[in-house]
């Protein structure tokens, strides 16, 4: 009897949404184009890397398109101010500034970024946090075959070991390589962590993907802000949200970049180890 009811009132629901079926005109002014800018400042000694682009209207159709024509800075909380330039390798990078000379960030330094394009000016400001050391990974064989038609041969998996300090509020972004290509379990995954997620050790953690005898197998940690935490959090939510009906309404990550520019600026303290599939 409760099944039937269940089933009724289903059938009621879904008749009553078929009948209430109408056209919604979006507002162009709400989907014009907007700036994206996407930065990293490490600790590194390297020319770092700011990426500007214009993102397309809600209509058009291709990837975001470079801005060539932006002056971009970053400046220190000491005064040092960093100029960046235009792809000045020559190479086919249309938007993609790196700074003029190489430096390393600061542990503790909080960086701006300021990008100008035409009359509008977008900033943003980081903190450089420290990163926790990478103890070791180790190789691991899956007791269960990779059941990937095309992997064949990818039993392998790496595990992963560290130390997470408790007596500070620490943040984190991971990526993982294989043979030196970005490598994910599916590709709207994005891998970060507080460390009340990790916990003081963090022992063994397999990092995505699965790996073959021969391959080469790196990880990379970084350290985010708070406000950075939030952004990746905000992305993934974005990138995995099933588009269902009691889904709540899809929204811009939030960023720490100024007048509706999209993207965000990071600043990170790095660390990588690397280890052979044998």
Avoid at 5 to 34: F, N, P, R, W
Avoid at 224 to 243: A, E
């Amino acid at each position: 009897m409760n099944k039937n009811i269940l089933y009724l009132l289903a059938l009621i629901t879904a008749a009553s949404l078929m009948g209430c079926e109408e056209t919604v005109v979006l507002d162009s002014e709400q989907v014009q184009s907007k700036i994206v800018i996407e930065g990293l400042v490490t600790d590194q000694e390297k020319h770092h890397y700011v990426k500007v682009s214009r993102s397309g209207e809600f209509y058009s159709n291709g990837n975001f398109s470079g801005v060539v024509d932006a002056a971009v800075t970053v400046e220190d909380d000491q005064g040092n101010v960093f100029n960046y330039v235009h792809n000045p390798s020559g190479m086919d990078d249309e938007g993609y500034y790196l700074s003029e000379d190489v430096f390393a960030g600061q542990v503790g330094s909080s960086y701006k970024l300021t990008v100008t394009v035409g009359s509008e000016i977008y900033t943003a400001t980081d903190v450089l946090n420290p990163v926790t050391a990478i103890d070791s990974l180790e190789v691991s064989l899956n007791e269960e075959e990779y059941d990937d038609p095309e992997d064949e041969g990818y039993f392998y998996e790496i595990l992963f070991y560290a130390k997470e300090p408790q007596e500070t509020e620490d943040y984190y972004l991971f990526k993982f390589y294989r043979n030196d290509s970005l490598l994910l379990d599916s590709e709207t995954d994005v891998y970060y962590a507080n460390d009340d997620l990790l916990g003081e050790s963090i022992d063994g953690i397999p990092t995505a993907g699965f790996y073959k005898l021969g391959d080469r197998a790196r990880v990379e940690m970084y350290s985010i802000s708070r406000q950075g935490y939030i952004y990746y959090n905000d992305l993934s939510s974005l990138l995995n949200t099933d588009g269902g009906m009691f889904t709540p309404p899809p929204a811009n990550p939030r960023s720490n970049l100024t007048n509706a520019a999209l993207g965000y600026f990071q600043v990170s303290a790095v660390v990588s180890d690397s280890i052979a599939v044998e």
